[in-house]
């Protein structure tokens, strides 16, 4: 074999090797993105180190310091212990969940019940049974109406139910300020309810005066709906009790003392007839004279020639 094509196949053979190993390095490279390592800023966030109940006041192994990304850490947070010591909860908090300004109320505004209690309201305890209390599932968080049971001071005597209250937290089945996770019957001799200062007195009398009734609600169901009450008469079919007489002198009691209440009779105005006129004349229509009679004509056939002769009519 020729020495100088075996020099020149083994130059290109060593060429090739040097373009693929170099295109290769290339390939690579472009393919493999670079790591940039980015330094991010850690920030330190109080989160729970168990889960927190309402009404818990936060002592110093409740909770702990975690480090988290800056852009991560949730707006109203904490960043040190000291800042929510003694505070209690007014929202539930689970395990590792950071603590929020919102999930807490202030330092000082109490213990238990208290602190969950918003401003400008107030929290009234009444007394229930199983009946009252809806077979205990009246649980806190839900919404009531409360009905009362009683007789009216002016009324004939007879019982009478009216709602009272409408839309009506529930915060509290006894001690219990949480509902059951399962849903399951509260059975508690009271429950606390969340009203106004005006509706707290409407309960308190409701309490004192009659027999109070919880009837349960849908939460998403807002809606005040106007009711008259219903009295005994009205539940076997009778008429609606009236309010008893006042005594002799009342003007709205009747004189034979009945306890149906007089109203007063507005006597209406004597209505002014306003004479009708007289009819007006019917047109006189003239006569209209009959119309002349059609003349009379006479016909002659001559051939193929028609002659017509008219002739007057007869004078009678």
Do not use: C, W
């Amino acid at each position: 074999m020729d020495r100088r094509f075996l020099t020149v196949l083994g130059v290109s053979l060593v060429f090739a090797l040097v373009v693929s190993s170099i295109f290769y390095q290339m390939t690579a490279r472009a393919g493999t993105p670079v790591k940039k390592v980015e330094r991010t800023d850690q920030h330190d966030v109080v989160v729970a180190a168990r889960p927190l109940g309402i009404g818990v006041t936060v002592k110093p192994g409740d909770v702990k310091i975690v480090k988290m990304p800056v852009e991560q850490a949730p707006k109203g947070g904490f960043s040190k212990v000291e800042e929510v010591l003694d505070r209690p909860i007014v929202s539930n908090i689970l395990q590792d969940e950071p603590v929020l300004e919102g999930r807490l109320a202030a330092r000082g505004s109490g213990l238990g019940l208290a602190p969950i209690i918003p401003v400008g309201q107030r929290a009234v305890t009444v007394r229930v049974n199983e009946m009252v209390g809806v077979a205990g599932f009246v649980l806190p968080g839900l919404r009531v109406d409360v009905l009362v049971t009683g007789k009216p001071p002016e009324s004939t005597g007879t019982m009478m139910t009216s709602t009272v209250l409408q839309n009506i937290l529930v915060l509290s089945a006894g001690q219990t300020i949480q509902p059951d996770q399962r849903g399951n019957a509260i059975n508690a001799p009271t429950v606390t309810l969340l009203v106004n200062p005006d509706q707290a007195e409407t309960l308190t009398l409701a309490g004192n005066e009659g027999r109070i009734q919880l009837v349960l609600r849908n939460g998403s169901d807002q809606n005040i709906e106007t009711t008259r009450g219903h009295d005994l008469n009205e539940l076997f079919g009778g008429k609606r009790s009236v309010a008893k007489k006042q005594g002799n002198g009342n003007a709205n009691t009747p004189e034979n003392g009945s306890d149906m209440p007089r109203r007063p009779v507005r006597v209406a105005p004597a209505p002014v007839r306003i004479a009708a006129a007289p009819p007006a004349p019917a047109p006189i229509v003239a006569a209209v004279p009959p119309p002349p009679p059609p003349p009379e004509e006479i016909v002659t056939f001559r051939g193929t020639v028609k002659s017509v002769e008219t002739v007057a009519p007869r004078k009678n």
